[in-house]
Structure formats: C-alpha cells, structure tokens
C-alpha cells in the first residue's frame, strides 16, 4: 500500500525529502533544473536531475513575458501536470505564482491546487520575514515548502530590476535571519537567487535543511538553472551565473547530462559564474 511511489520501474527509488537531508548531510552535490513540458522532464530525469522545479521563469522562457509577474495559478496547474507525466526519479517542486500567498488561507488553497491537480510535491514560494505566517500554515498542513531568498524575481517592479542582493552586511545578516525563521516554521528547502558566494556559503552552513542556490556560488548543497539557458534556447543576454552546456554536446541530453555531472562533481559553478 505504502508502496506506488517506489514502483516506477526505475532502479533507483524517487527523490523525496529525506533524500535531499541526507543528500546534504553526505555532502552530495543536489542537481536541479526546471522544466516546462512532459519531453523535457523526461529527459532532465532520464540525465539524473535530482529536483525539477516547474519555475514562474515559464513566464519568460515559455510564454515572451519579460518577467515572471503575469504567470498564473492556472498556468503553473497546467505546465505542473505535464511534467509530472514525464519525471520517475526527480523530485517535483512547482512555483507560487505572484500574489498567489497573499495569506495563509489564499496560499493553502494555492498549494493545494499545485500539489492535487499539477502533481508537485512542494511548492516554492518567494519570501522573507513576511511570509514566515504563510510558510507555518503550509507546514501545519503538510504542504513541502521551498522558500526563495536573495534575488525574488516577483518583486523585479519593487527592487528596481535584477540585482545581487545581500552584498551590504547588513542585508546579508538579515537574509540569514530570515532562512533560519523559514527552516523553523517549516520550509524543507531555502533557495538562494543571485547573492554573493559569502552569503550562500553562510546561509548553507547555519541552515539543517538544504540550501540550492543559482548565482549563489559553489558553497551551497545544490546549484539550479533554467533549462532554456543550459540548452542556449534563451536568446538575448543571460546572467553571469549561466552555463551553455549545448555547446560541444551533440544532443540536448548529453548536455544535460554534462550539467548533472559537473555539478555532482562540484565543478559547475566555476568562479566566473559567481558573485562577489
Ligand atoms: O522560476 C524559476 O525558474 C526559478 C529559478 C530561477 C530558481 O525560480
């Protein structure tokens, strides 16, 4: 009875929570991606990806928008479902939408929609101090939590643009501060976007639960990138912590495949991917 999810017809049982604790308790590099569609989980999980985020990022790379703040509950739900299709070993985080945890009640209903109709098995939402009282509620009803730190994306209209964040002490201080309240409400991972390797390296090493980072240097328990930016899809300029794998490879999972390796093997992000 307790059995369905170890019966995927893989040699290796699927990812769940105490993988990822005991990936980080071991020291073992967490490789993550996102994914949008069911062809592309399938391959991300067939290259070893450990976790596979159904990012708001879909905003850009799927959609054209230039920000992730028009994406919707409903687009997550959908694009969530898809991949969920397509994974048998990774585990599957889907994104809080912009303005989809406005209160405790608003986000449990949210998480509830991701979890029951997109599949996922945590949900991800962008916080700090403020969405400690969301992160409890979710916890107390058993909702898997990764909470986003450093750069949120959500508030690119508030913050000015895309920036590093944390660089001033102070603000590093207090984004440490806010990772430990999120671990003890209840959050199962913290997620640091675009903070200097100091600040990912201090926030990993005060937290118990895993810390991935993108653009957060190579010190933290996992590295995640856009799919679309591995596979040079994304056109235009991408961020100094972006890695073109398609580059030498022949195939999209071969490149992915140099990902998953590189970051296992701690190679991936190399210093010019980082902030300082
Ligand atoms: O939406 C997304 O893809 C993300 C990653 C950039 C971490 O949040």
Redesign the pocket.
């Known amino acids: 009875m307790y059995t369905q999810l170890e019966q995927r017809g893989m040699p290796e049982p699927p990812v769940n929570v105490s993988t990822l604790r005991k990936m980080k308790q071991d020291g073992e590099p967490i490789a993550c991606l996102?994914a949008y569609d069911a062809s592309y989980a399938a391959l991300v999980d067939a290259a070893g990806t450990d976790l596979v985020?159904v990012?708001?990022?879909?905003g850009m790379v799927i959609q054209g928008h230039d920000t992730?703040v028009p994406v919707t509950v409903d687009d997550i739900v959908y694009h969530c479902r898809n991949v969920a299709r397509g994974l048998r070993r990774a585990f599957l985080v889907a994104?809080m939408p912009f303005m989809s945890y406005t209160k405790p009640g608003i986000a449990l209903d949210n998480a509830v929609r991701l979890m029951q109709e997109g599949g996922a098995m945590m949900v991800?939402l962008e916080g700090g101090d403020d969405q400690v009282d969301i992160v409890e509620h979710l916890a107390r009803h058993d909702i898997p939590v990764c909470a986003?730190l450093g750069l949120k994306?959500q508030s690119v209209h508030k913050i000015g643009g895309f920036k590093v964040q944390g660089r001033e002490p102070d603000k590093a201080k207090e984004m440490r501060t806010a990772a430990k309240r999120l671990q003890d409400a209840g959050a199962d991972i913290v997620?640091l976007?675009c903070v200097p390797n100091e600040v990912g390296k201090l926030i990993t090493s005060a937290l118990d639960v895993p810390v991935i980072g993108?653009g957060a240097g190579p010190d933290v328990n996992g590295q995640?990138l856009?799919l679309y930016d591995v596979l040079d899809i994304t056109q235009g300029r991408t961020p100094k912590f972006v890695k073109n794998y398609q580059s030498g490879f022949t195939s999209p999972l071969a490149a992915v495949q140099a990902y998953v390796q590189e970051v296992k093997a701690g190679d991936y992000p190399a210093p010019e991917h980082c902030f300082s």
């Open positions: 996102t985020l990012g708001d990022s879909l992730t994104d991800k986003h994306p997620l976007e993108i995640i856009v």
